[in-house]
């Protein structure tokens, strides 16, 4: 979900990056940092659209995420 705050510049997007949920990968360019091979986050352009629903590549990263839980909690629990 998208919020609008008046701390951040027009024309700045800040996203969390830290972890795979956030979807940070799917805008990036293949660009990356010369040491450590992680990709350019923070100069990636972007356009920001309002949508009503979740995006194709939300919905099926929402799926493999449901089925990795299910296949790890069945591993668990044997």
């Known amino acids: 979900h998208a919020k609008l705050a008046h701390r ?3 024309g700045v997007v800040y996203t969390t990056f830290h972890h795979p949920v956030s ?22 352009a972007v356009q920001v659209t309002r949508v009503t629903q979740p995006s194709d590549w939300q919905e099926r990263q929402k799926n493999f995420d449901s089925k990795q839980k ?3 909690t069945d591993a ?3």
């Open 70 to 72: 299910r296949l790890l």
């Open 76 to 78: 668990i629990l044997g």
């Open 23 to 44: 979807g940070a990968n799917v805008i990036t360019t293949d660009n990356s940092d010369w040491a450590t091979n992680c990709p350019e986050y923070k100069v990636t």
């Open 8 to 10: 951040v510049r027009p």
